[in-house]
């Protein structure tokens, strides 16, 4: 069990009292509060370094931190130690007779997974094991857009190095946005989109899939097989249902999903009844790779749907369903497509790494993975001018959190509103 200090919890009696001391004597900063109805407190989150103080104040005489302010004054009331696995960790801790206040991880603020250990057990020190949120929600998020439905799916947990996905962005802006794990990976999604129309079904990519030896699948945080396939199933699709899948370009963790292997080895296309279209030149870098981008482009991802004559390739922006509109960015590959869809004067944009997470929709926050960065910056400034100005409802391929929303814009300073389900 890696264990890491997440945060300590102080009991608060007088809210005003304890922000004089930790903010204008200690000169820290606390961020918003959060209520946690269910404890009946409202917590004070006060980061320090990489580790966090968390002024609890009661909202209630009946919440446990007020009874603990009253029988013994305010004062440290947990310790929260940060695990990767906590029912891992739980299990570990209950083999070894350690008294538990909670047996099974429940949730906690934020989405996050929380247990306590006895006091007993830890030597008066109440602790919490907390597991951050894992990004393997699988629920899909449906959305109408003019006559087209559109849900996104989820192939799950994918963890790449936070520096490679920042650029030249520093980690000490990165991690305030996407914090990184003891390996200092951050954690993403792989989320494909499915498209229903009067024309048939369309997935624009296809996620990771489940080829990946081993070694290569630690590395990059993939776990498990079938993810994308249970994620459909919440769907109510099945792999039979896609007449079309279209591919922003034909990086692993975005087209890796696009085949897959037989009981007997073979490798064939996952999705059985759709034709799988492809930009030409892309298909091109992907079958000749250089030394930098070797470890991206996985031949058995792709070339076996030319051998399955499923593929087909275009060569020039254009509409490859109507309303499915595919426009070429380049930057993060020479041929990285983003895929427009228009239905009912309504736009929404599936912008795969060109803004694969909601950390990244400030200009100059590019991935270290491009090829092209000055690309990315010309083409990602225009079209973010563009996506708030005209409302654009934008899919974040790999955000951990949030699947799609809107770019907004309030006194120089950009955020998304996120789509509700
Ligand atoms: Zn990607």
Not at 125 to 130: A, H, I, N, Q, S
Not at 326 to 348: K, L, N
Not at 355 to 361: G, K, L, Y
Not at 380 to 385: A, D, L, S, T, V
Request: net charge negative.
């Amino acid at each position: 069990m890696r264990a890491v200090l997440d945060h300590i919890g102080i009991a608060v009696g007088d809210l005003q009292k304890a922000t004089a001391f930790y903010l204008d004597a200690l000169g820290l900063e606390v961020e918003p509060p959060e209520e946690v109805p269910s404890q009946k407190v409202r917590a004070h989150f006060i980061p320090v370094g990489r580790s966090a103080l968390e002024l609890l104040e009661p909202t209630s005489p009946d919440s446990t931190i007020a009874k603990f302010v009253e029988k013994r004054g305010p004062g440290v009331h947990h310790v929260t130690l940060r695990v990767e696995n906590i029912q891992a960790a739980l299990d570990q801790l209950k083999a070894r007779g350690v008294r538990l206040i909670d047996e099974a991880p429940r949730p906690g603020a934020e989405g996050a997974l929380v247990a306590f250990i006895h006091p007993a057990a830890a030597h008066g020190v109440l602790v919490e094991l907390k597991q951050k949120p894992e990004h393997t929600e699988i629920r899909p998020l449906r959305t109408s857009l003019g006559g087209f439905q559109l849900i996104s799916v989820n192939d799950g947990a994918l963890k790449l190095d936070g520096g490679a996905m920042f650029g030249t962005v520093p980690r000490v802006m990165w991690e305030k946005r996407i914090p990184a794990d003891d390996r200092h990976r951050i954690g993403l999604s792989s989320r494909p989109l499915v498209v229903e129309a009067d024309w048939g079904r369309m997935l624009i990519d296809c996620g990771c899939g489940d080829k990946m030896a081993p070694k290569q699948a630690d590395i990059y945080g993939i776990e498990g097989s079938g993810r994308l396939d249970r994620s459909l199933e919440a769907a109510g699709l099945g792999l039979d249902a896609f007449d079309v899948v279209l591919a922003s370009h034909l990086h692993f963790d975005h087209f890796g999903g696009a085949t897959m292997r037989t009981g007997s080895g073979a490798l064939v296309p996952r999705f059985p009844k759709a034709e799988y279209v492809i930009r030409a030149a892309e298909w091109e870098d992907a079958t000749h790779p250089h030394e930098r981008n070797r470890a991206s482009y996985i031949a058995d991802d792709f070339v076996p749907l030319k051998a399955a004559g499923v593929a087909s390739f275009y060569e020039n922006d254009q509409e490859i369903r109507p309303g499915v509109r595919v426009v070429r960015t380049g930057g993060h590959t020479g041929q990285h497509t983003v895929i427009y869809v228009e239905s009912g004067g309504r736009t929404a944009v599936f912008t795969a790494d060109l803004i694969p997470t909601t950390a990244h929709i400030d200009d100059p926050w590019i991935m270290g993975y491009d090829l092209f960065p000055m690309e990315t910056l010309n083409f990602k400034r225009r079209f973010i001018r563009e996506a708030i100005d005209r409302e654009y409802l934008i899919f974040f391929e790999h955000d951990p959190l949030v699947p799609a929303g809107y770019i907004r814009e309030k006194d120089g300073r950009r955020f998304v509103e996120p789509l509700r389900g």
